[in-house]
C-alpha cells in the first residue's frame, strides 16, 4: 500500500446515496416520512404503555424497550442522513463519527439480544401460561434487558478501541450514509485483519445465539400451537408468530450478509441498500408488527383516546 497518502484524519465525508437532486428530494421527503412514521409508532407505544396499567405485564415490558432501542439507533443514523441528503457538505468529524458507531453499535446488538429475549418470553407465555407471572419475574425481567443493554455496550467498546487504534487512512471518503465499520476498516492504511476477525466472531457468535434462542422458542410454540383445538385460535397464532419471525428474519438476514461474510470491494453499495432496511425500514414497522396488531394494544389506545375526549 502506498503510505504517502496515508494520513491522520479530523474528519470524514460520507457518500450517501446519490448526488442527482432530484432523487436527493425524493429520497429526503422519504425517509424524513418513514422516520416521523418511526418517531410517533415508538414514543407512542412506549407512553401508551406507561400509562396503561393492563400493559403492564413482561411482554410489553420488552417491548417498551424495543421501541426505545429502535427510536435511539434510527435516530442516531437518520438524522445525519437526513441533513447529508440536502447539504452539499457531508463531512463528519471524527468524534462525530466515533460516537455515531457507538450507539449504533450498542443499540444494533442491544436489539438483536432483546428480539432473542421476547422470543423466549412468548415460549414461556405461550407453552406455560399458569406459570409465566411467577417464571417471568419482574426482577427477571429487568435482569434480562440489562443483559442486553450490557452485551451491546461491551460489543461497541470492543470495536471501539480496536478502531481507535487505527493511526492513517488512505481517503476520508467513507462510501456509505453512516460510521460503520466495515467501510471504515477498508479505508486503513495499517493492518486491520484483528479488527475483521473479531467484528467477524463478535457478530457470528451473537447471531448463532440469539438463532438458536429464537428458533427453538418458536419451536415449541408451534408444537403447542399445533395442539390447540380451536381452529380460530390456531389461526390467529400462526399469524402473530409468522409477522414475528418475518421482522426477525429480515433483521438477522441482513446482519448475517454484511458482517459475517467476506467482503469485497464491489459490495458497498450493496451493503448501502441492505443497511437501510435495518436501520430505517425496521424501526418504523417493528410497532406495527408487534403491537399495533395487538387487541389489548388497541383497547388501551382506545381507552386513552375516550379519556382524553370525555376530560
Known sequence: MDKENCTAVTGFILLGFSDGPELRVFLFLLFLSIYGVTVWGNLGMIALIQVSSGLHTPMYFF?????FVDFCYSTTITLKMLANILNEDRAISFLECTVQFYLFCTFGVTEVVLLAVMAYDRFVAICDPLLYMVTMSRNLCVE?????????????????????????????????????LPPLLSL????VTVNQ????????????????????????????????????????AFSTCASHLAAIAVLQGTILFIYCRPHSGNSMDTDKVATVFYTVVIPMVNPLIYSLRNKDVKEALRKVVNSKILS
Open 63 to 67: 417491548l417498551s424497550h424495543l421501541s
Open 197 to 236: 476477525l473479531v467484528l467477524y466472531i463478535v457478530a457470528t457468535f451473537n447471531e448463532v445465539i440469539t438463532i438458536v434462542v429464537i428458533l427453538t422458542s418458536y419451536l415449541f410454540i408451534l408444537i403447542t400451537i399445533l395442539r390447540m383445538h380451536s381452529a380460530e385460535g390456531r389461526c390467529k
Open 188 to 191: 486503513a492504511c495499517s493492518d
Open 144 to 180: 434480562l434487558v440489562s443483559c442486553c443493554y450490557l452485551n451491546g455496550t461491551v460489543c461497541s467498546v470492543i470495536h471501539l478501541c480496536l478502531a481507535l487504534q487505527i493511526p492513517s487512512y488512505r481517503s476520508n471518503v467513507i462510501n456509505h450514509f453512516f460510521c460503520d
